[in-house]
Nanobody, 125 residues
Framework: VQLQASGGGLVQAGGSLRLSCAASTRTFSRYSVGWFRQAPGKERIFVAAIHRKGPGIDYADSMKGRFTISRDNAKNTVYLQMNSLRPEDTAVYHC???????????????????WGQGTQVTVSS
């Protein structure tokens, strides 16, 4: 599975961006997808995930209420709508795909076998 993340850019604090993660596989609906981010000099952390089945969606606490993850299986794409952006949201955002059926695993990077190259998000104050 190849993943292509896009949609990053430079935005002022309080602004919005929508990231996209496009997958190459026709069996995209069989994968859960997560977003992670890595700020300069920091470890990569979990942002949000959407399960392969049903409405299972999870967010990191600091993203709840500001970020929304969704998927369009017909387009083999997962989206991350980011609102009320803050300077501390500045990072490279990566999407990843997992075949895991266990929702509680999706917050861990080890659950994901496939990773995209990342897209830079910069939020100015």
């Amino acid at each position: 599975v190849q993943l292509q993340a896009s949609g990053g850019g430079l935005v002022q604090a309080g602004g919005s961006l929508r990231l996209s993660c496009a997958a190459s596989t026709r069996t995209f609906s069989r994968y859960s997808v997560g977003w992670f981010r890595q700020a300069p000099g920091k470890e990569r952390i979990f942002v949000a995930a959407i399960h392969r089945k049903g409405p299972g969606i999870d967010y990191a606490d600091s993203m709840k209420g500001r970020f929304t993850i969704s998927r369009d299986n017909a387009k083999n794409t997962v989206y991350l709508q980011m609102n009320s952006l803050r300077p501390e949201d500045t990072a490279v955002y990566h999407c990843a795909a997992s075949a895991s059926m266990i929702r509680s695993n999706l917050g861990s990077q080890t659950a994901y076998a496939y990773w995209g190259q990342g897209t830079q998000v910069t939020v100015s104050s």
